[in-house]
């Protein structure tokens, strides 16, 4: 059974930094595309950043320049490198994958989420 595991959320203080990282596991044949949305409380879940096989970037406007996406295809893992942290990046992070499973099932996982709490 395929599973996100997420890891390095917390608290920091504005203009810090975190550094998120999600393992997926379980029977996985390819993963085609890894990323992270965050979801905040009363707002919907966004995306933030993602990465696809090729290695091709894409971030939502309000975090360019500050997060990097990144990937280790060796242990299916994805990081995101937080810096210059606002309060407004305050919310649950959310590890998504679209991967093929060893069955053949082509879909999309979810991880629990990890809180990311930026304040003084």
């Known amino acids: 059974q395929v599973q996100l595991v997420e890891s390095g959320g917390g608290l920091v203080q504005p203009g810090g930094s975190l550094r998120l990282s999600c393992a997926a596991s379980?029977?996985?044949?390819?993963?085609?595309?890894m990323g992270w949305y965050r979801q905040a409380p009363g707002k919907q879940r966004d995306l933030v950043a993602r990465i696809i096989s090729g290695g091709t970037t894409d971030y939502a406007d309000s975090v360019k320049g500050r997060f990097t996406i990144s990937r280790d295809n060796a242990k299916n893992t994805v990081y995101l490198q937080m810096n210059s942290m606002k309060p407004e990046d305050t919310a649950v992070y959310y590890c998504?994958?679209?991967?093929?499973?060893?069955?053949?099932?082509?879909?999309?996982?979810w991880g629990q989420g990890t809180q990311v709490t930026v304040s003084s």
């Open positions: 998504n994958a679209d991967l093929r499973t060893g069955w053949g099932l082509r879909d999309i996982f």
């Open positions: 379980g029977g996985i044949r390819s993963i085609y595309a």
